[in-house]
């Protein structure tokens, strides 16, 4: 990649970019582009593979495009895929006092329910301890 285009910086809406083609420890001598922004101090982002064919615009476009995705999804706010309700909003939904049940779809009873089946095969702390 002696030839192509391996370092060069630009400023996008106040803030200026760092690019260039290295290696990555993780992935092995493969280059991909690494940049630096301003606007964040020491950190680095890879965001993808370098290519012989790459051309200023196109690695300037997909660093921006990359880099607004990234703040985007930082100021997102966090978003729990799935959590154990407290036992106060269970008893709540439920109208029972002091309930931690939590209605569930019929493929998760049967996971939870093998679960519990490999649960009950394991040795208990008792068959475990040596006797004298």
């Known amino acids: ?12 809406r106040g803030r200026t970019f760092q690019c260039r083609v290295a290696a990555s420890r993780v992935t092995g001598p493969d280059p991909w582009w690494w940049f630096e922004v301003s606007t964040e101090q020491h950190q680095r ?3 993808f593979r370098a290519d012989p064919d790459d051309t200023l615009d196109v690695v300037q476009q997909r660093m921006v495009a990359y880099y607004d995705n990234l703040l985007e999804r930082r100021a997102a706010p966090v ?9 106060q909003a269970a008893a709540a939904a439920s109208g029972e006092e ?3 049940v939590i ?3 019929a493929e998760t009873e049967e ?3 093998e679960i519990e089946e490999e649960i009950a095969e ?9 006797t004298a």
């Open 45 to 47: 982002h890879a965001p």
């Open 98 to 100: 002091g309930s931690d």
């Open 79 to 87: 978003v729990k895929k799935w959590s154990r309700p407290a036992p």
């Open 1 to 12: 990649m002696s030839d192509v285009l391996q370092e060069f910086s630009f400023v996008d």
């Open 111 to 113: 996971v939870v329910a």
């Open 122 to 130: 394991l040795p208990s702390e008792d068959e475990d301890a040596p």
């Open 103 to 105: 209605e569930m779809d």
